[in-house]
């Protein structure tokens, strides 16, 4: 996305919502590398599947989705979202710079 970082908000434990620079029409606005998700979802009958031809944005929430679950099943971890175990690099152009001071509690490395 457009901003340094993007994240769920935790309140008590529970997601209820999400800072990220798309979100409109994404029910789960996260990348790849911000979830995991329990086996059971790849063993049953119809096994949990990437939507490789999703539009763009789309295929993480579209891949959540399937699931069945809603947002407020989602665990919270890492310190309720505080911490940072995966960060991804890429080189881009800034696309919005009221969003760089959307996090304080991500600070520089």
Sequence with gaps: GGRRAEF????NGSVVGFEA???EGRNFP???AGFALNVKYF????????????????GETM?????GEPVS?????????TE???WHVKTAINLDAK???NAPHISEV
Aim: aromatic fraction near 8%; proline fraction near 11%; charge should be negative.
């Design 84 to 86: 940072v175990y995966v």
């Design 8 to 11: 769920p908000i935790v309140a």
């Design 30 to 32: 996260l990348d790849m």
């Design 73 to 81: 099943a989602l665990e919270p971890m890492a310190q309720n979202c």
């Design 43 to 58: 063993l049953r009958p119809e096994p949990l599947l990437f939507v490789v031809n999703a539009p763009r944005t789309k």
């Design 21 to 23: 620079y798309i979100s």
């Design 99 to 101: 969003h760089e001071n």
């Design 63 to 67: 891949f959540l989705e399937a699931t």
